[in-house]
């Protein structure tokens, strides 16, 4: 009666469970809402083919890994690399990094190394730049090179106000390109660094009209679709990735034009800010827009941030180049690493009147201490401000789903009071 | 002839199991259980001895086992399932060889069992949640997608995508989710392959809570799904031993205790 | 552009024949310099004072006969007023800051010859009426420039300063090394053929003949004098002088005459060349040094910081 | 994106301001080194370099040198009409500031022009800029307003005895026309290179010509390394930031939309740090400012920037503006300088 299986290998079995995790989520945004757009087809297929069927994308090319958005991705794409960013949101290397950290750490840094102690790679990184971000990060980099990866590091500093720390940064990427070149054997030059630039300058450019259309009062995208655009962007082939979002672009004018509102007539729109959600920890998103709330915009490396600002270069000269490319990565940057960090405060709130928001929800994942401890001034801002504010703590395991989604629900329930109240 | 029974009631079904002196296992007998489960039981102790031409006065040493053991008043004696379980896979995987690990999908509750060298129960984990992951689990999950139970593991050979795995632990609300799945036009196949991922994990997550060790033994009704063997097997990354009768490992492990106890008096 | 000739040697030649064709007795205006610096606040800040002058430079002399004189005004906006002189003395009140033109004329008939006297002298105004150049204050005009101005139709014969060929920067004054073109006009029209002499401070003089357009021009010359030794920016006077004999019959003041004898005279003032106190070469040479000593240092300042592997990996192409 | 597609609003936000100021310049440059030889005058009391000792060439004049001239006077004599003239002046130089504010030295300052050009020339020649640390910035800052205080000082020493001090030689009347690079470059630029001279005719007169030639090398060489090198000692620059305030046309921040990225401290020729992260002020027009217009341009936030004459915006940061300036519009390599 019973047969003689073939067993998985322990990679053939994690790639089953990413698969997993990854296609029910990918489900979840194709058929749990209404209206879906036809052009986040390519995004769909893009993300089932990479964390399904484990497809590389870039074969034949060198693979920068990035572990956080402070490498330049202008500098690797002019050296001819592809970059990778290697934030991790899959439960299933989470749990292989829990083995290698402590219990209490960041689940995205968790399963980053947990990522790089299974070796498992579709598009493996040939080397991986880690900027001394956070304290998590940076202790990740030295752990994922006692795997036998090549990680260097590259200086950031945690505040962004003086003089010292500007130079110190500009000096760290002037180095990290040195150092990618050498690896390369490729001169970074005028051109190669100009047309990269532009290059990103003008996918930024699309991120920028997308979110041009959540202002409107219908919202003709979801957050958790715009969520895997930018999440897409970590690896995707940026030319492709481009031709996607033009097209996008034009549905979504479309669907402006016509009025298509994937949220319901009552939904509050939330700015979501906190804990980047990576592909497939789309929990908390998932969570606020199946709630019956829609969000119009957020603050988070993996999207917003990431995108926001863009180059802004004088003299179009490789000297001034590089120091408006490292800029870019320092004086925006709202990460809650640095020390002072009024800017994302003043960012929430006015991404808040913009989007015309009705609320803000704030996840950090439980181990995510600077966001953690950021918590509370943002709070205490918010209530200032009048702006309602949910705070969540959450980490990649499935199992929290039930209580979460009841939070998020009373709270949505309470926006929609507060809003016809109002009225 | 000496002969001793083992007797499991089960949540599902009662299973017993006869044997003789040498603890080889004579013969055994599942009947479903239910409301009137110790007159099924006595039944169906009686038809077993009936088919094997086993008078009742032969039968020397009782063991009932089980949920429902202690109301099974004819019992000699009464044991855990799982040290009753422990016994049967021992005995009953002789051949295969040393057993280390088991792990039982029943009706209503999956449990593992690890074990020392000399067979004796080390550590044993329970499922803390209701139904899901268990026998009842499954049944539920054939009867949406209207297919037989012994169906499920053609089904998940035949899959090809990704398995479709199902997040709630509750049975009831897996039920809605599965229908939700089947309304977006998923294929059965990676339905079932899902389903019995999401179970193999469950287990799999048990047996690692007590320590997970070679030689893994498998059994309970569910052990019949090569499916759910092969899930488990991929989960845990090397192979289980599934016995000829899985779902009458407790019964015979209580036979063979039944023996033991007889020889020790 | 108009290209002076100097031709020395027929001036020299025009010098001794000419000369007795100019008048001894010259007249012409001069402007009473005021100690202003240390004076203080006076009522008569505002009054300008000018006397006649008889004479050449090195005599002098006051003229107080002034009959039959006429004082013509002309300001920046070429309004032109009319004064009488009783006494030597020529006083008026500007009302605005800025430049003004006086003219004087004299005629007198003297055996059967009328002679016109006249002479021009440009008058520079530091301070006004309050209350009456507010609009010219806030219009700020900057451009009234000293030469270059057409003939003062009360006039028949004039002689014109044109704007000098400059050899040095500042606008305001004639240097030693300028040239000095002038004009001679009656009754509207350019006179091609009339020489003119220059007698300076220093005693030299000369008579400067026209070009073809009746341009009269020369170069003002260096001087040496023994004031250069103490103030090197020393300025000194010079007298322009004209005169033109027209055949013309008439009646002035009682007398009878058969010819007309004008003599215009141009008081200027020159000083030095710069040139001789000032180098251009050095401050050429300061200037590029500098820029020499700071582009090195610059350069060697941004070698220094430069590390090898930028020139290696980066490429500016 | 917005409705109306081709608004007049929409296409001044979109404009290439590089160029636009680039040929501004040229034009007020040509009226004002050249604007003489057509008849042009604009009077004595500009609020920019237009240089008296550029001779019949001069569009106008420079009210530095009028300010110096107008104050060698007795003390006594501006109970009169010096002190009347005096005051005239600056209300008519008040006059003109306003309408443009600081926007003379942005665009119309003939010596912030050159500057200009020699920041291009380097620019094409590939050699990096030079900036000053933000430690010396600030030290740099206080020199235009010593420079400001003497030239008010000296004019009034030459005429007075001021704390019963010797008067000072008259050499000293143009203290800031000595020292100032304009006074060389200007005229050069209408052909009269006769400005490049050291005076010997006192000692005065040596010192100053002496600095005046010192600080014109500096200028050409600094001004090549350094944007707008010789604007953070200018004294012209001190005297209109006094009358700052109420000029008409102004830099507007709002701070709630600034992200503090620092693009406009990137494309700020004066390095000003309150630019990018002062996030209270509004009114964002800073002693150093010369109201280029530049912070404006290379700002990606949507109206967070903008240029202001009586309270009607006239040009305001987009993102669109920002995507086309900085030709991040289309895709592909078609762009390369």
């Not at chain 1, 940064?169 to 190669?192: C, D, I, M, P, Y």
């Not at chain 3, 341009?215 to 250069?228: D, G, H, K, M, Q």
Request: glycine fraction near 8%; hydrophobic fraction near 40%.
């Amino acid at each position: 009666m019973h047969t003689e299986h073939t067993i998985e290998t322990p990679h053939q079995r994690q790639n089953r469970h990413k698969a997993m995790e990854a296609i029910s989520v990918i489900n979840a945004l194709k058929e749990d809402f209404k209206f879906p757009i036809q052009s986040m087809g390519y995004f769909y297929d893009l993300f089932e083919t990479v964390y399904c069927r484990h497809e590389p994308l870039h074969e034949g090319k060198v693979k920068i890994g990035t572990m956080c958005i402070q490498i330049p991705s202008e500098i690797i794409y002019a050296l001819d690399g592809v970059p990778i960013r290697l934030c991790n949101g899959f439960y299933t290397d989470d749990e292989i990094g829990s083995d290698l950290l402590p219990q209490k750490s960041c689940p995205l840094v968790k399963a980053t190394v947990g990522w790089f102690a299974s070796d498992n790679f579709s598009d493996k990184p040939d080397i991986t730049f880690s900027p001394t971000t956070c304290d998590q990060k940076t202790k990740a980099g030295a752990i994922i090179e006692s795997f036998g990866h090549t990680v260097i590091d590259v200086g950031f500093p945690r505040t962004k106000e003086s003089e010292e720390s500007h130079h110190y940064w500009r000096e760290s990427v002037k180095s990290f390109a040195v150092k990618l070149s050498k690896f390369q054997g490729k001169k970074l030059t005028r051109s190669n660094l100009e047309s990269a630039i532009k290059k990103i300058g003008y996918a930024q450019s699309l991120y920028h009209k997308l979110t041009e259309f959540r202002k409107n009062k219908a919202v003709p995208i979801l957050g958790v679709d715009m969520f895997l655009v930018t999440n897409a962007f970590f690896f995707d082939k940026i030319d492709e990735w481009i031709g996607a979002v033009e097209k996008l672009v034009a549905e979504l004018e479309q669907r402006a034009s016509a009025g298509v509102n994937v949220a319901g007539k009552a939904s509050p729109r939330i700015v979501y800010t906190g804990s980047p959600p990576i592909f497939p920890n789309y929990k908390i998103p998932l969570i606020i827009e199946q709630s019956d709330a829609v969000i119009v915009a957020d603050e988070t490396c993996s999207s917003n941030r990431m995108f926001n600002d863009m180059v802004a270069v004088d003299e179009w000269n490789l000297y001034d180049m590089i120091d408006s490319v490292s800029d870019k990565y320092l004086k925006a940057c709202t990460c809650p690493i640095f020390t002072q960090n009024d800017d994302r405060i003043r960012r929430i709130i006015q991404l808040v009147r913009s989007y015309s928001g009705d609320g803000v929800i704030y996840q950090a994942f439980a181990g995510c201490q600077v966001y953690e401890m950021e918590q509370r001034s943002v709070l205490a801002a918010m209530e200032r401000e009048g702006i309602p504010i949910l705070y969540i703590e959450s980490d990649y395991s499935p199992s929290q789903h039930g209580q979460l989604t009841t939070r998020v629900e009373a709270f949505v329930e309470s926006l929609k009071n507060r809003k016809r109240m109002k009225k | 002839m000496r002969y001793f029974v083992g007797i499991d009631i089960g949540s599902t079904a009662i299973k017993i199991s006869v044997a003789d002196e040498n603890k080889n296992l004579v013969g055994h007998k599942i009947s479903a259980s239910g409301s009137m489960f110790y007159k099924y039981a006595q039944e169906a102790l009686g038809e077993l001895l009936r088919e094997l031409g086993i008078e009742e006065k032969e039968v020397v040493y009782t063991v009932a086992t089980g949920y429902g053991r202690k109301l099974f008043k004819e019992a000699d004696e009464n044991v855990s399932e799982i040290t009753a379980n422990a016994i049967g896979a021992q005995q009953a995987a002789k051949s295969y060889g040393e057993i280390k690990t088991i792990i039982n999908i029943g009706g209503q509750d999956s449990k593992a069992i690890s074990l020392d060298a000399e067979g004796n129960v080390v550590n044993f984990a329970m499922n803390d949640r209701c139904a899901a992951g268990t026998g009842k689990f499954l049944d539920v999950v054939a009867m949406n997608l209207e297919i037989g139970v012994d169906e499920l593991s053609d089904y998940h050979f035949k899959s090809v995508g990704t398995p479709l795995s199902i997040s709630s632990t509750c049975a009831v609300f897996a039920e809605s989710e599965i229908i939700g799945l089947l309304g977006n036009n998923h294929s059965v196949e990676d339905i079932v392959s899902g389903v019995h991922y999401s179970i193999a994990k469950r287990i799999v997550k048990l047996v690692k809570r007590i320590g997970v060790k070679e030689n893994v033994y498998f059994d309970g009704g569910p052990a019949l799904n090569d499916g759910l063997v092969s899930a488990i097997e991929n989960e845990l990354g090397h192979k289980i031993f599934v016995p000829e009768y899985p779902q009458i490992t407790t019964s015979y492990g209580a036979a063979v205790l039944a023996c033991d106890a007889f020889m020790c008096e | 552009m108009r290209i002076f000739t100097f031709k020395m040697q027929t001036a020299m030649i025009l010098v001794l024949m000419s000369i007795s064709l100019f008048a001894d007795n010259l007249l012409w205006l001069d402007e009473i310099k005021k100690k202003s610096c240390c004076k203080g606040a006076d009522q008569e800040s505002g009054i300008k004072e000018f006397v006649i002058k008889k004479g050449t430079l090195q005599e002098n002399k006051k003229e107080h006969d002034c009959k039959n004189a006429v004082i013509y005004i002309r300001d920046m906006d070429r309004v032109v007023t009319e004064h009488n002189v009783s006494g030597g003395k020529i006083s008026f009140t500007p009302e605005y800051k800025g430049g003004y033109r006086l003219y004087f004329e004299q005629k007198s008939v003297h055996e059967g010859v009328l002679y016109v006297n006249l002479s021009s002298l440009r008058v520079y105004n530091k301070e006004g009426n309050i209350s009456q150049s507010l609009l010219k204050e806030i219009r700020g005009k900057t451009n009234d420039s000293h030469y270059d101005h057409e003939p003062l139709s009360q006039l028949s014969f004039e002689l014109v300063m044109e704007k000098p060929i400059k050899k040095h920067h500042i606008n305001c004054c004639l240097y030693s090394g300028d040239i000095a073109p002038f004009r001679v006009y009656y009754k509207g029209d350019i006179q091609k053929e009339i020489p003119l002499r220059v007698s300076m401070e220093s005693g030299w003089s000369n008579v400067v003949q026209p070009d073809q357009e009746g341009l009269v021009s020369f170069e003002i010359p260096r001087n040496s004098y023994a004031e250069t030794e103490k103030d090197k920016k020393h300025s000194e006077k010079m007298i322009v002088e004209a005169s033109y004999d027209v055949n013309e019959s008439g009646v002035y003041d009682g007398g009878q005459y058969r010819s007309v004898h004008y003599v215009m005279t141009l008081p200027l003032s020159f000083a030095p060349s710069p040139l001789e106190y000032e180098s251009r070469t050095l401050g050429f040479a300061t200037a590029i040094g500098v820029m020499l000593v700071f582009s090195l240092g610059l350069y060697y300042n941004r070698r220094r910081k430069r590390k090898t592997p930028k020139e290696i990996y980066f490429d500016e192409e | 994106m917005t409705k109306n597609k081709f608004s007049l609003r929409r296409s001044v936000n979109n404009m290439n301001l590089v160029r636009f100021r680039f040929w501004f310049q040229i034009v007020a440059f040509v009226l004002i080194v050249y604007g003489g030889y057509i008849g042009l005058d604009l009077g004595n009391k500009l609020p920019t370099f237009a240089c008296v000792f550029n001779g019949e060439g001069t569009g106008g004049k420079c009210y530095v040198g009028e300010l110096q001239h107008d104050l060698k006077h007795p003390l006594e004599g501006f109970v009169g009409f010096a002190g009347y003239a005096f005051l005239i002046s600056l209300g008519m130089f008040m006059v003109w500031f306003w309408a443009l504010n600081k926007g003379w030295c942005g665009f119309v300052c003939p010596l912030g022009t050159m500057q200009d050009w020699l920041t291009m020339v380097r620019e094409k020649s590939k050699i990096r800029y030079s900036e000053y640390s933000w430690a010396n910035r600030g030290k740099i800052k206080s020199i235009k307003y010593i420079l400001l205080i003497l030239l008010l000082l000296l004019p009034v020493m030459i005429a007075n005895s001021v704390f019963g001090l010797p008067k000072l030689p008259n050499g000293l009347s143009m203290p800031f026309c000595d020292i100032c690079p304009g006074r060389m470059m200007i005229p050069a630029f209408t052909g009269h290179f006769n400005q490049f001279y050291i005076d010997f005719s006192s000692k005065t007169d040596l010192v100053m010509t002496t600095l005046g030639m010192i600080i014109v090398g500096l200028f050409l060489v600094g001004s090549f390394v350094k944007k707008r090198f010789f604007c953070y000692f200018c004294p012209m620059a001190a005297l209109q930031y006094v009358f700052s305030k109420p000029a008409l046309l102004k830099l507007y921040k709002d701070g709630a939309k600034c992200t503090r990225c620092g693009d406009c401290y990137r494309a700020c020729d004066m390095d000003i740090l309150e630019i990018a992260d002062d996030v209270t002020s509004k009114n964002l027009v800073t002693e150093d400012c010369t109201l280029c217009l530049k912070c404006v341009a290379a700002c990606p936030e949507e109206g967070c920037l903008e240029a202001n004459f009586m309270g009607a915006t006239i040009f305001e940061s987009t993102k669109e503006g920002f995507i086309l300036r900085m030709a991040m519009d289309q895709r592909g390599e078609k762009h390369a300088h």
